[in-house]
């Protein structure tokens, strides 16, 4: 009697537990509606090509990804960036596809995507626009949106990349050999050129007249 009524519990456990629903990662809902803002808030976002996928950790793999067009921040062409490729939250990339990324720091420093963000897949023929969904918008209209907006910038060499990366980029002249400056830097230099053509025809206008 004893082994009957242990039986019928383990069953009612077990079916207790596969009763229970899984649930999937919740994002909290859609996401915003696009702004302006969804892409400065990233540290960068870039139209990629996937290349290949490699294990990084016990929970997280990489994707290696070749840019096509870089519209914030500062990549290289060919990038690593790390997703969740475990846990409810997972993210699935297949070599040749065509992603939007919006990139984040992760608490290791390195660059990542996660299942919640604006990154979605590029639809190819007939296949379902999956982040329709959560974005509100195609992917054409959302990446229509941003070229719109921010214009192509250049993807930057890899040496350069590293010495931005390991914080060895600290002097302007080492800034102004990099692909581009920065907007701050470059207004800065700007100004300087101003001062200088000023000053030059200053001293001209009185070498002349007087």
Known sequence: MGNRNLGKGVFLALFGLLSVPIQ??????????????????????????????????????????????????DLPAQMSIAYDCQSSCAMAFLPGEEWLVYLDRQADKRLGLHFCSRSRKKPVGKQADEGIVASRISYAEELGNIKSTFPVRTFMELEAWEKLETGQVRTLNERRSMPYP???????????????FFLIWWALKRWLFH
Request: with cysteine.
């Open 24 to 73: 999937g990662c919740d994002c909290g809902g859609v996401l915003k509606n696009w702004a302006a803002d969804a892409v400065q808030n990233a540290h960068a976002v870039a139209r990629v090509k996937v290349d290949s996928m490699a294990k990084l950790d016990q929970t997280r793999c990489w994707v290696y990804c070749t840019g096509i067009e870089l519209f914030w921040g």
């Open 182 to 196: 920065e907007r701050g830097e470059a207004a800065l230099l700007l100004g300087v050129s101003a001062a200088v």
